[in-house]
């Protein structure tokens, strides 16, 4: 190879490689820096006064049962179970299945995480375990939505 095919072909990989230097720093690639959101819920019993129905009792219920969420994020979610049952945060559509260990009085933490839908909407939720009968029918008790937002 000559010198001259060398020069030009250093000049050519240098003039590509400040041609991408460039279009990197105008469009920083916001791909590789995903938005991660945490979100705390507590599970209270009927008897530790979890939230009271519309019957007029007291239900197991996830508190807050429904929360918002940005789309596509890394969702971090954790769990403080303060009945000394297992509940579970199941929703095919956002395709999360997650075992909440029984808690105590003073509670236990269980952390899962999934990733929010690209897609904006509301997707149900449902504690899978048979609880609380009432409870487990009712949006904001053992149920609700996941609302992701744009």
């Known amino acids: 190879m000559t010198y001259r095919r060398i020069a030009s072909a250093a000049t050519l990989a240098a003039a590509a490689s400040l041609a991408l230097a460039g279009v990197a720093a105008a469009h920083p690639a916001k791909a590789h820096k995903q938005v991660v959101q945490h979100v705390k819920l507590v599970v209270k019993s009927d008897t530790e006064h979890g939230k009271k129905g519309s019957d007029g009792k007291w239900h197991d219920a996830f508190l807050p049962a429904n929360f918002k969420v940005k789309a596509g994020a890394k969702v971090l979610v954790t769990v403080v ?70």
């Open 81 to 150: 179970n303060y009945d000394d049952s297992a509940h579970s945060f199941h929703s095919k559509a956002l395709k999360t299945n997650n075992i909440i260990m029984p808690g105590s009085e003073k509670g236990k933490a269980t952390t899962f995480t999934f990733t929010a839908p690209t897609k904006a909407g509301k997707y149900l939720w449902n504690c899978d375990p048979k609880c609380d009968p009432w409870a487990m029918k009712h949006i904001g008790f053992m149920r609700g939505y996941v609302t992701v937002t744009s």
